[in-house]
T-cell receptor, first 114, second 113 residues
Framework: GDSVTQMEGPVTLSEEAFLTINCTYT??????LFWYVQYPGEGLQLLLK?????DKGSNKGFEATYRKETTSFHLEKGSVQVSDSAVYFC?????????????FGRGTQLTVWP | NAGVTQTPKFRVLKTGQSMTLLCAQD?????MYWYRQDPGMGLRLIHY???????AKGEVPDGYNVSRLKKQNFLLGLESAAPSQTSVYFC????????????FGPGTRLTVL
């Protein structure tokens, strides 16, 4: 079945460091891929998405490229800020089904120190 | 446009008590979902609905029931609460179609003593 695997956390970085959070997926069809972010005490919100192979999603300095050959959608940011501290979730869209499910990874906690 | 709202924000129950969590969305979305979030477990899908009057089981449905009598509302019920149901509950909604964003509510923090 469809699934998402993302790197275990927590990840701790200094401000202005480079960030990578790995995400790989298993899917029977051609899913859309998402990164969601959850700030402390809040619900999840969409950070970026890509709907087909080789698409790059980007937002707030974060980027991720849909790599079909490696079934990956790694999240990157060149220079993190303290305000980026949050939990990040990779997810895929069960596009081949009418059930409309999203499959989420377990989340990666990011803490950025000044 | 309030998006997805959840009622209540916090609740403490005793074992065996019942309660209903209400989710409302004003975006005319077809799909609605209930998740629970526990430390180290990520998000787990409890039940979901692909339209008014329809519901389906997710990964962890035991001990919960749901109803979607109106398109904009999705209710999650606990008939006899257990300490294992202590969690943060999130509701979400989404428009039908591939690649559409799922919008989340702010969550309900439930403690069962």
């Amino acid at each position: 079945g469809d699934s998402v695997t993302q790197m275990e956390g927590p990840v701790t970085l200094s401000e202005e460091a480079f960030l990578t959070i790995n995400c790989t997926y298993t899917a029977t069809g051609y899913p859309s891929l998402f990164w969601y972010v959850q700030y402390p005490g809040e619900g999840l919100q969409l950070l970026l998405k890509a709907t087909k192979a080789d698409d790059k999603g980007s937002n707030k300095g974060f980027e991720a490229t849909y790599r079909k050959e490696t079934t990956s959608f790694h999240l990157e940011k060149g220079s993190v800020q303290v305000s980026d501290s949050a939990v990040y979730f990779c997810a895929l869209d069960d596009r081949g089904s009418t059930l409309g499910r999203l499959y989420f990874g377990r989340g990666t906690q990011l803490t950025v120190w000044p | 446009n309030a998006g997805v709202t959840q009622t209540p924000k916090f609740r403490v129950l005793k074992t065996g008590q019942s309660m209903t969590l209400l989710c409302a969305q004003d975006m005319n979305h077809e799909y609605m979902y209930w998740y629970r979030q526990d430390p180290g477990m990520g998000l787990r899908l409890i039940h979901y609905s692909v339209g008014e009057g329809t519901t389906a089981k997710g990964e962890v449905p035991d001990g919960y029931n749901v109803s979607r009598l109106k398109k904009q509302n999705f209710l999650l019920g606990l008939e006899s609460a257990a300490p294992s149901q202590t969690s943060v509950y999130f509701c979400a909604s989404r428009a039908a179609g591939a690649g559409n964003e799922q919008f989340f509510g702010p969550g309900t923090r439930l403690t069962v003593l």
